[in-house]
């Protein structure tokens, strides 16, 4: 999925350059809070009040794998076969408070 994708799947949506943000489909938002942006090969995505990217996907009903595709747009393959989520790491603050989401991606070696 590309950023202008989920774009037209968002509330409250606004561009500024390549930075998207829209109303996170996570949780009831009051104002934009999800940001947004295609990235090398992946679409970035950060919920500010914590939601996590699986949730994310979740509210969208799409697979997490969506929000993390291996297609460039126009472009095409970058190279990969689709991959899964094969672990997830949640980094918090001191109050436990989620900051951000990493995925590990398998199986590695997965080159075309």
Request: net charge neutral; with cysteine; proline share 4%.
């Amino acid at each position: 999925m590309r950023a202008e994708d989920l774009a037209r799947r968002l509330h409250g949506v606004s561009r500024s350059g390549d930075d998207w943000s829209g109303c996170c489909p996570a949780h009831d938002d009051a104002r934009p809070s999800l940001s947004f942006r295609d990235g090398d090969g992946a679409l970035l995505v950060r919920c500010h009040a914590g939601c996590a990217v699986a949730d994310i996907a979740t509210a969208l009903d799409v697979p997490v794998s969506d929000l993390l595709s291996t297609k460039r747009g126009r472009g095409g393959d970058i190279g990969h076969r689709p991959s899964r989520i094969v672990a997830t790491y949640d980094y918090v603050d001191e109050r436990g408070t989620l900051l951000y989401q990493a995925v590990r991606l398998g199986p590695k070696g997965n080159a075309g």
